[in-house]
């Protein structure tokens, strides 16, 4: 689109908690357009973090997604036939579409039986600050942290 900006979509907030965020998050884990199996894995994922944590599933899902959003990644630039890793600072709703990417990509990896499980896993790995997305996190953030002498480039 060269002259408008889209408009931003309205996303409802899901039906059991009442939260916009876990409809992202939801949308995210949903494959070929079965949002009621997406649901159900994350409501099942919900489920055993509570059993496992006696704690607050969402609050532990929140404080998991925390853990592995990361502030800052490297972004290719070509400057006089060389090409840089140039860290830039992430804007707030990519930051949390990368989290949530990262955190779904990482429990379909896991070694468990059901999906939902994997997703439990995963968010009490995150929760802990431990496990895959939280470990690509770190991992971003040692890349920008080395290539800092290059962030005069910044475009």
Partial sequence: MR?????KRIILPDPKFNDVLVTKFVNNIMLEGKKGLAYKIFYD???????KTKENGVEV????LANVTPSVEVRSRR???ATFQIPSEI??????SIGMKNLIGYARKRHEKSMAQKL???IMAGYKEEGGAFKRKEDTHRMADANKAFSHFRF
Avoid: C, L, T, Y
Avoid at 3 to 7: I, L, T
Avoid at 45 to 51: G, N, R, T, Y
Avoid at 61 to 64: G, L, V
Avoid at 91 to 96: E, S, T, V, Y
């Fill in 91 to 96: 804007r707030p709703g990519r930051k949390m």
């Fill in 79 to 81: 400057i006089g036939g």
């Fill in 120 to 122: 439990a896993g995963e």
């Fill in 45 to 51: 994922a919900m489920d055993i973090v509570e059993e």
């Fill in 3 to 7: 002259k408008a900006k889209p408009k």
């Fill in 61 to 64: 899902w929140k404080k998991a």
